[in-house]
């Protein structure tokens, strides 16, 4: 049983920033996911076991920043020049894949940490 523990999120206003830290109980593929008030669970940004590879939503490209610190097992997502369309619950979840952008290609999933972007 893998085990994730996301922190990092909160209140912020439009044009400011938040990183949010994933802590696993191993090393695997991981990613973010958020998902919105009557929307579905959407990719944010994918990473690869060893870093080298990462992947983005277009919506999110050049301003999110997917990193990770394999001696702490802890995956990051640096959010800058947020937008109120990023407030969400933002998840972070493990794959067997060498790196994946779609939801069932994730085994498991933290407890969210909720993102609010005041305009």
């Known amino acids: 049983q893998v085990q994730l523990v996301e922190s990092g999120g909160g209140l912020v206003q439009a044009g400011g920033s938040l990183r949010l830290s994933c802590a696993a109980s191993g090393r695997y593929a991981m990613g973010w996911f958020r998902q919105a008030p009557g929307k579905e669970r959407e990719f944010v940004a994918a990473?690869?076991?060893?870093?080298?590879?990462?992947n983005y939503a277009d919506s999110v490209k050049g301003r999110f920043t997917i990193s990770r610190d394999n001696a702490k097992n802890t995956m990051y997502l640096q959010m800058n020049s947020l937008k109120p369309d990023d407030t969400a619950v933002y998840y972070c979840a493990t794959t067997r894949s060498v790196i994946a952008t779609k939801a069932p290609a994730y085994d498991y999933w933290g407890q969210g940490t909720q993102v609010t972007v005041s305009s």
């Open positions: 990473i690869s076991r060893g870093g080298t590879s990462t």
